[in-house]
């Protein structure tokens, strides 16, 4: 059974940083492209980051500049850095992944952690 644990959340100020974490189980993790979403109260999930299984990094143009996904196959684990926060960027950040295939829409992965909440004060 493959399993997603985000962490990393909390509260911070306007212009600070986070480091979210998602280390992943049950599943061939370096075969897995993996992505982060997020979801504002009101809002559909939406695309962040993504991280394909082989090669190159995706991002939205919201994020671009200030926030970096990584990923640490020898743990399992993937990585959002996210710098120079705004309030826009409050939201729960979910991590989710597929196997090989790329996609930029949530309904394109197959596993999801459970979200860590990420709210940045003004």
């Known amino acids: 059974q493959a399993q997603l644990v985000e962490s990393g959340g909390g509260l911070v100020q306007a212009g600070g940083s986070l480091r979210l974490s998602c280390a992943a189980s049950?599943?061939?993790?370096?075969?897995?492209?993996m992505g982060w979403f997020r979801q504002a109260p009101g809002n559909e999930r939406e695309f962040v980051a993504t991280?394909?299984?082989?090669?190159?990094?995706i991002y939205a143009d919201s994020v671009k500049g200030r926030f970096t996904i990584s990923r640490d196959n020898a743990k399992n684990t993937v990585y959002l850095q996210m710098n120079s926060l705004k309030s826009e960027d409050t939201a729960v950040y979910y991590c989710?992944?597929?196997?090989?295939?790329?996609?930029?829409?949530?309904?394109?992965?197959?596993?999801w952690g459970q979200g860590t909440q990420v709210s940045v004060s003004s």
């Open positions: 049950g599943l061939t993790f370096n075969t897995y492209t």
């Open positions: 991280m394909p299984w082989n090669s190159g990094n």
């Open positions: 989710a992944g597929r196997q090989y295939a790329t996609s930029l829409r949530p309904e394109g992965y197959e596993y």
